[in-house]
């Protein structure tokens, strides 16, 4: 089993800045993948941006590319989503994932999922 607990959201104005990190506890070091994904309400979960453990690939949805960076420490278990540039449709609730099996970055099928940190981007 891993634990997640995510941290960092909050309500900004539209250009700011928010990091959002994701620690992990458990099984953690058998790590694969960290993802985070975003909902808003009435719309399914969406992929935001993925790493592999090893830190030798990363995903992004489109319309964060250029905006949102994401990274990890492995010393501290943590998983981190820099985002720039807000925009108020970046609004959501961000959630954390990871995986301790092969898997897709993308995939929406990270077994692991932390309860969710709330991102208000106000115009």
């Known amino acids: 089993q891993v634990q997640l607990v995510e941290s960092g959201g909050g309500r900004v104005q539209a250009g700011d800045s928010l990091r959002l990190s994701c620690a992990a506890s458990?099984?953690?070091?058998?790590?694969?993948?960290m993802g985070w994904f975003r909902q808003v309400p009435g719309k399914e979960r969406e992929f935001v941006a993925g790493?592999?453990?090893?830190?030798?690939?990363?995903s992004y949805l489109d319309s964060v590319k250029g905006r949102f960076t994401i990274s990890r420490d492995i010393v501290k278990n943590t998983a981190y989503l820099q985002m720039n540039s807000l925009k108020p449709e970046d609004t959501a609730v961000y959630y954390c994932?990871?995986?301790?099996?092969?898997?897709?970055?993308?995939?929406?099928?990270?077994?692991?999922w932390g309860q969710g940190t709330q991102v208000t981007v106000s115009s």
């Open positions: 458990g099984r953690s070091f058998s790590l694969y993948a």
């Open positions: 994932a990871a995986s301790n099996q092969v898997l897709r970055l993308t995939s929406p099928n990270y077994p692991y």
């Open positions: 790493i592999w453990w090893s830190g030798s690939s990363t």
